[in-house]
Structures are given as C-alpha cells and as structure tokens.
C-alpha cells in the first residue's frame, strides 16, 4: 500500500474518524448531515482512514487557528522546540499571535502555538485510538497481517504525540483504544504518561508487526521509526522521571544501527526537494511526504523555507536558493520570500565557517539580531538555507529553471541517523559501553571537522546544534543539559530583552491551554 497514493484522501477526513478529534471535547466534530457515510465498505475507504493518521501531522484538519499553517502538527511543535531556544527567531514583521512571547520565552496560558500543540497531541491520540479500536473490521478486505501492522503503526503515530505531550507539557490526557469516546479521561502526570508510552512501545516492537524500513513503503514508519520514539524517551528520562535510561537508550540505538542503515555522503541533499531518495532505509528513518499538488501543507517544510527567505534579497540569490528563476527582465518568479524566520547569533556563531553544515545565507544582513522589525537589505539576521526548494542534481538551481509553486517538494525529517549516532556519543558520556565516541566521528567526519579526542558535555551540545539545527530539537536538548531555564545560559532575547535574562525554572515546561486547564489541570508557575 502506497501512502502517497491515499493520504490526500484521508485527509478529506473520514466521517467514522472525525468524532476522535479531541480528547477532552472542546474539539470534538460530529457529523451534521444523516446522508454523510459513517461506515467503511471498500478498501480504498479504509486505507483512506489509515492515511488520514498520517496526514494529519501535515493538515490543520478541524483546528480553528489564525491562519492555515498554524494548526499542523509540524509547525507548531517546531515553534516550541526552536523560537524558544537559541537557533531560531521569528520578525516582528508577522506581527502573527504567539510569536513574540516565544522569542522571548514569555508565553501564557493563552499562546495560540502552545493551544495548537496541545490540541494536536490530544487529537492524534483520540484519533490513532479510534482506528485501533476499528481496524479490525477491515481485515475481510485487507487481510490480518496488513490490518496488524497499521494498528502497530498507529500505536507508533500515537507514541510520539504523547512523546511530544510528555517533553512540551509534563501532564495530559490519557486515551487508548480502551477509552469511550464522549467521556473524560483521566489526566496522568508526567511520569504516568511516560510509564504507559514506553510499556506500549516496548509491546509494540516485540510483536514483530512493524516492518522494518528495508521492507517499509514509503510515507509509513518502520520498526526503526518506533525505536527511536522508545530512545528520545529513554535519552530523555532522568528529565521526565527523575531516573535515568540511559543504558537502554543505546540498546534502541544500537538496534537501529545494526539494521543497515548509513550516513548520506552529503549532507545537504538530506533537506532539498528530492531528500526523499533518503527516507525510510537511508539516513532518514522517518519523514512526512510532501509534495506540490499532491499532499501540500503550510507547514512542514514549506514552512522552513518560505519563511527563511527574505524578501530584500536579490533575484538571483533567491532563485539560487529556492526554486524559482530569474526571468528576463530581472525579476525573481518562484516562491512568495515570507521574511520571517532569523539565525539567532548563538547559531551562526557555534557553525563553524569551515563546517560543511553550515547552510546559512550571510549576504548584506547583519548577524547580530538588535531590531526585529527591520526588513531592507541591511536587516539583522541571517538566513538559513538549510532546507531549499532545489533538487540534488541542481542544488544551486544553475539551470535557472526552478519552478514558481510555493509549496516545498522536501520530506520533513522526523528522525535521522545522525541524531542516533550523537544520541549514543551522550549514552556514552553518562557510562554507556557503546562505541559513541566512533559514531560521534563519522558525523564530524561527514562535516569536515577532525576528530574529537573525547567527548564533553559541552562539545557534544555543541555538535547537537551543528548537526540537528532547525529540526526540532534544541529546547529538549538545552532542557537535558541544564542549559534552558535559569541564568546558566543566555542567548539573544531570552527573557525578553536583547542581551538575554534568567528564566525562572518553570519554563521548562509549557503552559496548559487555559482551553484545557480545566480538565488537565495546571502546571506550576502559570
């Protein structure tokens, strides 16, 4: 079964699925018209239904949000992962809601991005929860192995949108295939949350119904795909538990080394237009398709790229760094430059000139970031160019024959091996016997840098950013290090003010939606 082929189609939102919307009700969607179908009979119906699991960490589906992007999955949960950290900020220009209080790390219960985040999490929880509950009924059609791996993998879907709970919010509702639908669930804490993720995990890869990636189609997770949620947890759980994991996160690692997978040889093509030659058995262990006028989406990578370009830039730069051209009378004709995302300093400064990784457009711009509003050719902020419209067999575009669609051809990259690979160099660090210093080099190496003789907790943050910059993970991993919260650590405008302030510890986690804190209840300090 080709994803691509049904995952538009999920996304029309299958009217047996649209009553999982949300898990606490604020969300819930129930069919108005009596002629709407609401029982699935034909095997292109179900396979729409399994897509829409997918599709819906592309799509905004039912979420009412200020504008189209604002509800996917991606672009929310990216926002609180990198503009309230060191890498990422947006201009003031957008002058959108939400945005400034996480450049500042100010937000409030009321952040339209921390509502977004919420509501997605709970909204794949209740809707992967549903279809597990319903998928048996296609077996007549599908047959049981088939039907058993999509409940495996909508566990695994499930999974990381708890993870995601787990890391942004420290507490939530708990719904599986177990829960009725129409009843408030119970809330777990922290560690309940990630008592009952990581039993589910564990349950789900020893069953053996997740393929693995050699054998996986693509758009779908693979057995690899449900390791790596398992080890971001472990990596993780001295933060949300109070006890660490560290050994067991280098047996998922290790796992998903020995399978076969290997670095890209260059890694820039790991984020272009046709990364998608990466996906599943190559570096990339997961991604989310995307693709213009077939599976399109204001988030995701579009977001990534529309929303580095600036608009002062001239044609040719930008022709060279999208997909658009520079047609005849000098004019750039490709995609609208949003002029919204900046490189903080603390990134461009810890990329290393010589860094074969450091994907960031300098030209006339100024690298310090003193006024958020300014938009001429002098602005402050570089651009990053990590993500681009081009292809790999014309990264520069010097064909001068890039396309004008606004949408982004890149797969967003959901985990990498690179990631494992630094994730076992940590395991190692805290006393792991795991090779991690090795596997630490061969990503060095790839980057052009000599090897480390030793790894450091602060060279091995450090490699993190070069490495994984712009793809979601920098609050965890400051957070993990005990460099967020607090005066330890200050970057531009953390606290709000230019030259960066403390920030009390409660910021370690995100506000509860005032939407839900009535029936989640509240973290401290909000």
């Known amino acids: 079964m080709k994803l691509s082929k049904y995952i538009t189609m999920g996304v029309m939102a299958v009217t047996m699925g649209a009553g999982a919307a949300s898990c606490t009700g604020d969300l819930d969607l129930s069919p108005d018209d009596p002629n709407v ?14 897509s829409s699991l997918y599709g819906g960490f592309l799509y905004k589906g039912n979420l009412s949000t200020s504008d189209d992007g604002a509800g996917t999955f991606t672009r929310c949960h990216w926002n609180l992962n990198e503009i309230s950290a060191d890498e990422a900020i947006i201009s003031q220009k957008w002058d959108d809601p939400g945005y400034n209080t996480l450049n500042f790390n100010t937000w409030l219960t009321d952040n339209e991005w921390v509502y977004a985040a919420f509501s997605r999490e709970c909204y794949t929880a209740k ?18 192995e088939e039907v058993e791996a999509m409940k495996a993998e909508a566990r695994v879907l499930r999974a990381y949108a708890y993870y995601q ?5 420290g507490r939530g509702p708990w719904v599986d295939e177990n829960s009725t639908t129409g009843s408030t669930p119970p809330t777990y804490n922290r560690k309940e949350l990630f008592d009952a993720v990581t039993a589910d995990l564990v349950a789900v890869i020893s069953e053996g119904n997740l393929r693995p990636g050699s054998k996986q189609v693509y758009g779908r997770l693979s057995e690899q795909t449900a390791r790596m949620v398992l080890a971001k947890l472990y990596l993780n759980a001295e933060v949300y538990t109070g006890t660490a994991m560290y050994k067991e996160c280098a047996e998922q690692c290790q796992a998903v080394v020995n399978s076969g997978l290997s670095l890209a ?12 030659k990466y996906v599943g058995n190559g570096e990339i262990i997961w991604a989310l398709p995307q693709q213009a006028g077939a599976y399109e989406t204001w988030g995701g990578t579009t977001y990534l790229t529309a929303a580095a370009y600036i608009e002062s830039a001239e044609p040719a730069v930008l022709a060279s760094l999208g997909a658009g051209r520079v047609t005849d009378s000098g004019e750039f004709d490709g995609p609208n430059p949003w002029s919204g995302l900046r490189v903080r300093p603390e990134l461009s400064k810890t ?7 450091r994907l960031i457009y300098e ?20 651009m990053c160019i990590k993500f681009t419209y081009t292809t790999e067999d014309d990264y520069y575009n010097k064909a001068n024959a890039g396309r004008s669609t606004q949408m982004c051809d890149a797969d967003y990259p959901m985990f990498r091996l690179a990631d494992t690979y630094l994730m076992l160099a940590e395991c190692q660090l805290k006393g792991v016997q795991c090779d991690g210093l090795k596997y630490l080099n061969l990503v060095r190496k790839r980057a052009g840098l000599p090897d480390a003789p030793a790894i450091t907790a602060d060279d091995l943050l450090k490699e993190r950013m070069c490495e994984l910059y712009f793809e979601g993970w920098r609050r965890s991993d400051l957070i993990r290090f005990g460099k967020y919260a ?5 970057w531009s405008w953390k606290g709000g003010k230019l030259e960066g302030v403390s920030t009390p510890e409660f910021r370690n986690v995100y506000a509860i939606p005032y939407q839900y804190a009535s029936t989640v209840g509240q973290n401290p300090g909000y």
């Open 351 to 357: 990329l290393a000139k010589n860094d074969l990784r």
């Open 486 to 490: 607090g005066s330890g650590y200050v």
């Open 363 to 382: 030209g006339t711009y100024n690298e310090e970031i003193v006024d958020l509003k300014n938009y001429d050719a002098k602005s402050d902020g570089y």
């Open 127 to 144: 809707q992967t929860s549903e279809f597990i509950s319903k998928a048996d009924a296609a077996k007549a059609l599908l047959g049981d």
């Open 265 to 276: 040889p260059d890694y820039r093509y790991l984020f272009c237009a046709s990364n998608d």
């Open 165 to 169: 709970m787990i890391d942004l919010f």
């Open 37 to 50: 179908k609401t029982e699935l009979t034909t095997k292109e119906e179900w396979l729409g239904y399994f």
